[in-house]
Structure formats: C-alpha cells, structure tokens
C-alpha cells in the first residue's frame, strides 16, 4: 500500500440514521453528536437519527447534520485504530470544514456553527439551480457555459460535470448538453447556484463569522476546491472556505494532487459512497475505503 487521503463528502451526502452506527459503538462518537447539540443550542441528533426526512435535506440542517456524522465516523474509526495516517486530506465542498476537523484545524462545534451559518446564508440568497451533465466531454461544456451564462460548479470527474446558474440559462445550457450527445442531464434538488458567482452574498456574509474562528495550521495539508493546491496556513485555509462559496470544485484536480504525492488509497469518511465512486473514475486502479462499510463490518 501507498500513501493514504482522507476525504469528507459534501451536500447531498445526507440520510436519517447516518451516524447512528458510529454513536452505538464509540463513546467519543456519541459526545461528538453531544456537543454539536450544545453548540447549535437545539437537538440537531434528533433529526440527524430520527428524521424526518423533509427537515434533513434543509439546507441549514444538512450542511451541520453532515459534518456532525462525519466527525462521528471519523472519531469511531480512529478509536477502533481503523484509520492509516494520511498524507493529505479533502472534503467535497462543504466536506472541508470535516477534514479540517479530522485534521485538527478546527473544532468541530466552530465547524457546525459555520456551516449552519453558511446553509442559512444560502437559503437567503437561493437564485437559480444546479444540473448534473453525465456523459459530455469537459471541454464542449466549458464552451456551453459560455454561451448560455451558466458556469462550471463541480468537476466531479470525466464525464460527470455540474452546472450552476439562473433557471432559463440552466435550461438553456440543459438543451445544448444533450443536443451535442450529453448521456443524461439531471436537475438537482438544491435550492440555489451553488459554486457560482451567484453565491458571492454567502462569501460576502460568511467572511466575518470565518475570521472570528481560531483555525490551527492541520496535521497534514488539505487539498483545496478551489485549485486543488495543500494548503496549511491557517490564512490560507479561512480564504479558501470563503473562496469555495463561488468557485468551481476542482475534484479531479485533488485526487490528482493526491496521487502526485503518492496517494493509492482513498478513505471516504461520512455518510454515503459518492466519492468512492469518483476516485477510481479518475485515476485508474486506487482503491478506496468507505467508513460506513467499515463500522459496519
């Protein structure tokens, strides 16, 4: 085996119950879902373990909700001794405030205050949406956000790109997608142009409540969104939560900064598979790990 990643997923990620599994075999995973509890001043446990579903997937809940499950599968593994040291870490958009936990950087109750913060700033600010182009080479859709005005959210990996923007450029965007061969073009259930310029109220709102909290230099760089570059300053790693607000994320680009510092092996620690699933699709033949499989084994 190589050099090990941590990585952390992102919105969308999310399911009632998630978590629940960490709680039940580790005392410090339970205190974790505690002091987030604490630190929101109500019972976010409840909806994370309980549902219902309809509340879960409010944006203000599920960006806290995520983090708060993700921590848990963090500090459960590592008690259980089932995490290799890594020599980097990222999170999928919101999933860097969690590898920044993971990491040591921030406190996880600083983390789901902002990122509650963060959800509730984007519920205000919600303009347009988000479409998944699945099957379209990067380039044509690069020159089809230029057309229509939309812009390039997530690349997630070959073939798998997200559009951000206003509804008509969307459904402008959508039509010449698969007019030029695009497989599937699916609308996501999201409540505004994440990723986008759109959002630059969110950056703008957020940048006060980012500079108020104490982040520590991480035990090992994080991966950026924004450009895929390790980042271990604590400067640099609060202008990159604020600058990940608008900008695209570079996934493609962290699992191949990851493998140039000779990353084989991926551990996706949260809720859900998704980035299991785009690790091997950009780089032929590492392997991953998923923490819901492994505390359930």
Wanted: overall charge negative; charged content about 20%; glycine content about 10%.
């Amino acid at each position: 085996m190589g050099n090990i990643a941590w990585t952390f997923p992102g919105q969308g990620s999310q399911s009632v119950g998630m978590g629940w599994d960490a709680a039940e075999q580790s005392d410090d995973a339970r205190r974790v879902f505690e002091r987030v509890d604490d630190a929101l001043g109500f019972a976010l446990s409840e909806i994370i373990f309980n549902g219902p579903q309809e509340e879960l997937v409010k944006t203000s809940i599920q960006q806290p909700a995520i983090v708060a499950a993700s921590v848990a599968h963090f500090v459960a593994l590592s008690e259980a001794g089932q995490l290799p040291d890594p020599v980097c870490v990222a999170g999928h958009s919101l999933g860097e405030y969690s590898a920044l936990v993971a990491a040591g950087a921030l406190d996880v109750e600083d983390a789901v205050r902002l990122v509650r913060r963060r959800g509730q700033l984007m519920e205000e600010h919600g303009l347009g949406g988000m479409v998944a182009v699945i099957g379209l080479d990067t380039d044509k859709l690069i020159e089809i956000a230029g057309q229509t005005g939309v812009e390039i959210a997530n690349f997630n990996a070959p073939g798998q790109i997200t559009l951000s923007g206003r509804s008509e450029a969307l459904e402008a965007a959508s039509e010449l997608a698969k007019a030029q061969g695009a497989r599937r073009v699916i609308p996501l259930p999201v409540n505004g142009a994440f990723h986008s310029s759109l959002m630059q109220p969110v950056a703008d709102a957020l940048w006060g409540d980012i500079q108020k909290v104490s982040v520590a230099a991480p035990s090992v760089p994080l991966l950026a969104n924004v450009d895929a570059r390790p980042l271990t300053d604590p400067d640099d790693l609060r202008a990159e939560l604020r600058d990940h607000i608008t900008a695209s994320v570079q996934w493609i680009g962290i699992v191949e900064q990851a493998t140039s510092m000779g990353v084989d092996t991926f551990y996706e620690i949260g809720p859900g598979k998704v980035l299991s699933g785009l690790a091997p699709r950009i780089v032929k033949g590492c392997q991953t790990h998923q923490s819901q499989q492994m505390l359930a084994s």
